[in-house]
């Protein structure tokens, strides 16, 4: 059995990569198994570095994050190349014994057969590509928030930049626009600077509620009012993410997000509720809530000073 002893007692199997140059993974953990996808010589560099699930946060050995199909390719490598040798020693025993004399009888041994086939994959296509901007990982995940399989941090307070970025950009395209496309331009940018740092402080509650005052509440809070969200973090972290800002600075950012409150709920129309948050002339009421673009450019700097102290402060506490 020659040739079976040749292929030892080990196999080195490459796992292909995709289209883009991408491996896919998947969490080890039952409750989870989170399928993700990274770049392979991006990120942290040494030996014995420790894996982390995107989704669930999970830590382990890199090589827990093989994916069943990745498994179930290589076993099938593994079983051909074994049968593959096994056909062939087996070849090595046959022979044909012709039949001589009268009443003879022949005698032949004939092997034959396919060595097993390969069970090959393709890799998922995910959603969001992200480069960490700690550890330079590439990485693409479902959905928009997640850890870095490389060095664990949470990626909220990066996607928040981003769509802030994004604002900046829709802001310089509504100055390029007649009047009345540019206001509906400046509006949305308004309420997409709400949706983003709402967005990013619930994940960053969520993701950090363990040490929190009451996790379960912690992990609910919402940022739409971004005054009674100041409150409930104070309240559950023992942390003040505003203190950071100037008094203008913050009133600037609780007006702007009065406005887009009008915008969602009121047709834009101000209201006694807005009157009352914000101190402006009653003159204003049932007016049009009026937004202009340095307004919201003021805006994003701030959400992104309160963004970064938010995240250090939760990231820091013990």
């Known amino acids: 059995m020659r040739n079976l002893r040749n292929l030892g007692s080990q196999f080195t199997i490459p796992i292909p990569l995709d289209e883009e140059g991408l491996i896919g993974r998947e969490c080890p953990m039952p409750e989870c198994e989170g399928y993700f996808k990274l770049q392979q010589g991006t990120g942290l560099k040494g030996e014995n570095l420790p894996g982390t699930c995107p989704y669930c946060g999970h ?13 179930e390719y290589a076993k099938s490598v ?48 995910l959603e969001t590509e992200v480069v960490c901007d700690r550890c330079t990982l590439r990485y693409t995940i479902y959905g928009v928030f997640g850890f870095c399989p490389d060095c664990a941090v949470h990626n909220s307070l990066q996607i928040l930049n981003k769509n802030l970025e994004l604002v900046q950009k829709l802001l310089a395209v509504a100055e390029t626009q007649e009047p009345q496309i540019a206001k509906h331009l400046v509006e949305n940018a308004l309420e997409d600077c709400v949706s983003a740092f709402d967005g990013f402080g619930r994940e960053t509650c969520r993701v ?3 040490k929190a005052i009451q996790p379960e509440k912690a992990a609910e809070i919402r940022f739409q009012n971004i005054a ?23 009133a600037h950012a609780r007006r702007a997000f009065q406005k887009r409150h009008l915008l969602a709920h009121k047709m834009g129309v101000v209201d006694e509720g807005y009157l ?43």
Request: net charge positive.
């Open 59 to 71: 830590q382990a050995a890199p090589d827990q994050f093989f994916t069943r199909a990745q498994i």
């Open 78 to 125: 593994v079983i051909r190349e074994v049968t593959g040798a096994l056909l062939k020693d087996l070849k090595s025993f046959e022979f044909n014994h012709r039949p001589s004399g009268s009443f003879g009888i022949g005698i032949s041994l004939i092997v034959s057969g396919q060595p097993s086939p390969i069970r090959h994959y393709r890799e998922e296509k």
């Open 208 to 210: 950090f509620a363990a």
């Open 228 to 250: 009674g969200a100041r409150y409930r973090v104070r309240e559950q972290f023992g942390i003040d993410f505003a203190a950071t800002a100037s008094p203008a600075a913050w």
């Open 276 to 318: 009352s948050e914000t101190g402006d002339p009653p003159s204003l009421l049932g007016r049009k809530v009026s937004i202009s673009t340095p307004e919201v450019r003021e805006l994003v700097t701030t959400l992104q000073s309160l963004g970064g102290a938010l995240f250090l402060l939760l990231e820091a506490k013990q």
